[in-house]
């Protein structure tokens, strides 16, 4: 054994040298793999630092499913929540501000989404809408919105499903008005405006129920 | 075995010796009589009835008085002994004022020996690793900002500018313990957070304490003692600093058990630290065996290199299992059984006290000017060795199973329990093993102290003698 005890003691004893040797570059690869894997299983399972997220579950949506669902049309608004998502939010984002820069009014505090009966926004879903329209005390003129509802996949009844749903999603999220827009009433709506060709205006819209 | 008596220690080395004679004495004193409560401890899961009549010696008592001696006792003031001899020595400087930096020893040991009291008349806090109670915290927290000022002064005042990673590991050890400490004592003690932030507190703190403080203080030693005593410099500056920078951002993220009642994020964040501490434990493993390895060595004996290389990969090893213990599958299994109390074991006796020892071995010659016989040491390490790893690895084995048979519906708990019992057994062997071990080092400790102040006695008596002749002549 080589024995420290052959190396004078005290100040005169040779410290320790470190040179400087690059560090493998396998070690920094597995660095950044295990950094990457890091990350996913965080997305996975950490629940991104919400508080309310306990093991096992994962996130607030995974929260959400387990809880008692008391609302029977939990599912119809959800299925709306996300077809609003795929196809009105481009234009009025998906908090409902809309893009007043573009001509694009919101969603929140309109008196249009506020009204009562369904029929207006089943018909401006259906078929689009231009001209001049106040929201909110505020006219919106350089903007046309496309006949979204007609363009969507599928048969006439699910055509209507789908823009029943969309609607109940608006009037509930953006309107806090309760119920549902049946699909049935939808279908009967779009049967009455099959005539109609082009966008409604607002004033059409006025003549609706 | 050659002389006993080392060339007269240079002006740097005895400007230590007082401070590190008081850290390291009662240091090794307080290893010993924790591993006494260890032993206490374990003796409650072979027969409950033994101790029983002593309150003192229940578990509930003796466990917690175990770690606070271990850590509080043994393992903070010999690795700032063993900081302050390398600061000094590194930095080609006399340690500044160790007249006050013995008084800031005396004093935390005095602070060890109140929370000791606190502990074992029931006054404990009941956290994990921060058992003492919040007065003896205070002592202890004075005694240690009044010995690391010093430290500090000692570093900057230093006279070589150019730095060696150990320095870094000291300094940050330092920073690190005073950070967390108070941050724990604060929060836990002084002005309690309340509900599950409490445990996320307690969480953090054990934690950053053993898988960073530990590594930091511990790995100063080891890159130090391994490239002088095997006569190479250290393997890589940048892997050193690698390792430096990995094990404080990801280590101080550890420590979160994933199924624990936290948020999910904690958990979850914590095991993904501790499978990044992979990397810092690779690298330390390209050093080590790169700085101390090849064929010119010689065979490891038990001498100091053999500690400090066997506590180096006790790291490596108890950061892997901790690593794979943080995978989901197996966290399922080993979480909340003897595994995380094998793999602790395994970072606390494997790695940290073998690199302490090896420390306090190469050190204390030096300031004492006395050779310690190698086989003194060499038995030491036969004890201390075997035993860190009968200690741990049964617990490690055990733990596996335990939680195999916790998540089967169809195995009642008390067998359970009971067939753990079997693994215990072993692991208390390792740590009887161990007990030994500190009653050696306590030996030679105490040998190679009083063995200075004997010869300076010896000294003083023959100047005395030759003095008079001189005197009567003139």
């Not at chain 2, 002389?3 to 307080?30: E, H, K, N, Q, V």
């Not at chain 2, 499978?275 to 010119?296: E, F, N, Q, R, Y």
């Not at chain 2, 733990?399 to 215990?424: H, I, K, M, Y």
Request: with cysteine.
């Amino acid at each position: 054994m080589k024995t420290e005890t052959s190396q004078p003691t005290g100040t005169g004893e040779i410290e320790p040298t470190v040179t400087m040797t690059a560090i493998p570059v396998w070690l920094m690869a597995l660095l950044f793999v295990l950094l990457f894997f890091g990350a996913w299983y965080f997305d996975l399972y950490g629940g991104w630092f919400d508080a309310r997220v306990y093991a096992p579950y994962r996130s607030v949506p995974d929260l959400a499913r387990y809880q008692p669902n008391s609302d029977p049309d939990a599912n119809f608004v959800a299925f709306g929540k996300k077809l609003y998502s795929e196809n009105c939010a481009v234009c009025h984002m998906e908090t409902g501000v809309g893009n007043p820069a573009n001509g694009c009014p919101p969603l929140i505090d309109s008196e249009w989404v506020h009204h009562e009966a369904p029929d207006r926004m089943i018909m401006l879903i259906s078929r689009g809408l231009t001209g001049p329209i106040t929201v909110n005390g505020k006219v919106y003129n350089t903007g046309t919105m496309l006949a979204v509802g007609d363009s969507l996949p599928g048969d006439e009844k699910e055509k209507s499903a789908k823009i029943a749903a969309i609607a109940s999603y608006v009037r509930r999220h953006f309107g806090e008005l309760p119920g549902v827009v049946k699909p049935d009433h939808a279908e009967a709506v779009r049967a009455g405006i099959k005539d109609h060709s082009g966008y409604f205006t607002a004033e059409d819209l006025m003549k609706a129920p | 075995m050659t002389a006993t008596t080392l060339p007269s220690p240079g002006p740097i080395d005895r400007s230590c010796r007082s401070p590190l004679f008081a850290l390291f004495g009662g240091a090794a004193g307080w290893l010993a009589l924790s591993s006494a409560f260890g032993l206490a401890a374990a003796m409650t899961f072979h027969n409950p009835a033994l101790l029983a009549g002593c309150s003192v010696l229940t578990f509930g008592r003796a466990y917690p008085a175990w770690a606070h001696l271990f850590i509080y006792g043994f393992g903070v003031p010999t690795a700032l002994g063993a900081g302050l001899w390398l600061l000094a020595r590194l930095g080609r400087i006399k340690a500044m004022n160790p007249a006050l930096i013995t008084v800031g020893a005396k004093l935390w040991h005095v602070g060890v020996l109140v929370g000791l009291l606190g502990i074992v008349t029931g006054d404990s806090s009941g956290f994990e690793w921060l058992e003492l109670p919040r007065y003896a915290a205070v002592i202890l927290f004075l005694a240690f900002m009044l010995m690391t000022v010093w430290l500090f002064m000692t570093f900057s005042w230093r006279a070589e500018p150019r730095l060696y990673p150990s320095q870094w590991f000291v300094l940050a050890a330092v920073f690190w313990f005073i950070w967390i400490f108070s941050t724990a004592v604060f929060l836990l003690q002084m002005h309690p957070v309340r509900g599950v932030v409490q445990a996320a507190v307690a969480w953090w703190f054990a934690g950053n304490l053993l898988n960073v403080w530990l590594p930091l203080a511990g790995l100063a030693v080891t890159f130090y003692v391994l490239p002088k005593l095997s006569g190479k410099p250290l393997h890589s500056y940048y892997l050193a600093l690698f390792i430096f920078v990995t094990v404080a951002l990801f280590g101080s993220w550890t420590g979160m058990p994933v199924q624990a009642p936290l948020p999910a994020w904690m958990g979850i964040f914590s095991s993904t630290a501790a499978a990044l501490m992979v990397v810092p434990a690779l690298a330390l493993g390209i050093l080590v065996v790169k700085t101390s390895g090849g064929g010119d060595q010689p065979p490891c004996f038990g001498g100091v290199l053999c500690f400090a290389k066997f506590g180096a990969f006790m790291l490596i090893l108890a950061t892997l299992l901790a690593a794979v213990a943080a995978c989901p599958v197996m966290a399922r299994v080993t979480e909340f059984t003897w595994f995380t109390e094998g793999q602790v074991l395994l970072r606390l006796y494997g790695f940290f006290a073998m690199t302490l020892f090896a420390a306090v071995y190469h050190i204390l010659p030096r300031i004492s000017g006395r050779e310690i016989s190698p086989r003194r040491v060499r038995a030491h390490f036969w004890l201390a060795m075997p035993g860190s790893l009968l200690l741990a690895l049964p617990l490690l084995a055990g733990g596996v199973r335990q939680g195999l048979r916790l998540a089967d519906a169809a195995v009642p708990f008390q067998e359970t329990a009971r067939a753990a019992v079997l693994w215990v057994r072993i692991s208390t062997l390792g740590e009887t093993l161990i007990a030994l071990g500190a009653l050696v080092y306590l030996a030679n400790v105490g040998w190679l102290i009083l063995s200075h102040y004997r010869a300076l006695l010896k000294r003083e008596m023959t100047d005395a003698l030759a003095w008079q002749p001189v005197e009567v002549k003139s």
